[in-house]
Structure formats: structure tokens, C-alpha cells
């Protein structure tokens, strides 16, 4: 199995309620800029496809990108992941690279760094102590059957299917080698934090 990017389509989230925020985040301007501008743009450095989720397909249709609508709706990041794997066994892509909308710092070596690691695993994923971000991270086809049983048991939780498959963590040290100030783990979820990246940017 190569570990090329060809391989790997890009898939940003977008299907969020942003009830923190109040209002949709992917449409906030961050110094003149989208937050879901900045991820789709650090997206096509890395990946020749790139898709969009959403709940909201119409929304979307200006970015230029292929826009799905989750095929079930409501049952958080979850629905999200399983629309993107449905939808690159549909491509022949052999594994997806899924963020959320709403993370602006994304940064393109670390990403690239996780996909030239990804080789013989299911699941590649950033690790920071014992916390996880399951939206910045590679998930094989391989997942699909095991996405859905979580689903049909109603276990919305990503990481509920993670003993099932072959996990690679990407240890603090790893990723400080890219981005020392872990600036990827990055969300914004209410208007302070707006105010405050935007004087920091």
C-alpha cells in the first residue's frame, strides 16, 4: 500500500450546529477570511480531492468543491465520517483525511507527515496525553463496517470503534516537529475566541 496522497481524498465537516457560537462557524471571518476558506485551502495543498459535508448542501456551492449531505443526520461527527468513507469507496480512494470547518490553523506538513506514516493502519491519529482529535485524522475503508455497527448500536462516540481496527497515534513529539505550538488542535467555538486569533494571527 503506497502512502501517497493520490490515495487520500481531503474531507472537511461542515455539518456542525455551532451552538456555542451561534450561528454557523465555517462562515466567520477570521482577518478577512472564512474559517472554512483557510481548511479548504491548506486541504488542496495536501489532497487533489477535496469534498465537503454538510447538512445544508446549498450553503456550500460556492467553494467550488463537491458538497454530500450526511446520510444520516443528527448523530454528530459520526454521520459525518461515514457520509466522506461512503462516499471515497464510491472514488476508489483507499482512505479519507477528515477536519472540521471551523479549525484555522491547520498546517500542511503535519498533515502530510500523517499520511506518509498511515502504511499498514486503519486509523492515524494525533494522541496529546491521553487526549485524542478524531477530526484531524486518516480513516481507511477498512472502518466502514465498524462506523456502522457503532451507528446501529448508538454508539455515537468516534473512538467507539477503535479496538476494532489498527490505530497509529501521533505522539506529542511528532507532531511538535511540525508545529511546535500544536496550533492544528485549534477550534473556535465562541465570538471571544474570534476576537482574540484575530489579534493574534
Given at each position: 500500500m503506497s502512502s501517497s496522497t493520490d490515495e487520500i481524498a481531503g474531507i472537511i465537516l461542515a455539518g456542525?450546529?455551532?451552538l456555542r457560537y451561534?450561528?454557523?462557524k465555517a462562515f466567520i471571518s477570521l482577518n478577512g477570511v472564512f474559517l472554512i476558506e483557510r481548511v479548504i485551502s491548506v486541504m488542496r495543498q495536501v489532497f487533489q480531492d477535496?469534498?465537503?459535508i454538510a447538512n445544508e448542501v446549498g450553503k456550500y456551492a460556492g467553494f467550488g468543491l463537491p458538497v454530500y449531505e450526511d446520510v444520516i443526520k443528527g448523530?454528530?461527527?459520526?454521520g459525518g465520517i461515514l457520509t466522506g468513507m461512503l462516499w471515497?469507496?464510491?472514488i476508489q480512494k483507499s482512505a479519507g483525511f477528515f477536519v472540521a470547518c471551523d479549525m484555522p490553523f491547520l498546517n500542511p506538513e503535519l498533515i502530510a507527515y500523517m499520511v506518509k506514516i498511515r502504511d499498514g493502519f486503519d486509523v492515524v491519529?494525533?494522541?496529546i496525553g491521553k487526549n485524542i482529535e478524531p477530526l484531524h485524522a486518516i480513516y481507511t475503508k477498512n472502518c466502514i463496517p465498524y462506523i456502522e455497527e457503532s451507528i446501529h448500536k448508538k454508539n455515537y462516540g468516534i473512538r467507539t470503534f477503535f479496538p476494532k481496527v489498527s490505530v497509529r497515534y501521533v505522539e506529542k513529539d511528532e507532531i511538535m516537529a511540525y508545529d511546535p505550538e500544536l496550533k492544528f488542535l485549534i477550534n473556535i467555538n465562541t465570538p471571544e475566541d474570534i476576537r482574540r486569533f484575530r489579534l493574534n494571527v
Open positions: 456542525g450546529k455551532s451561534g450561528q454557523d477535496v469534498i465537503l448523530i454528530g461527527p459520526i471515497i469507496q464510491k491519529i494525533p494522541r
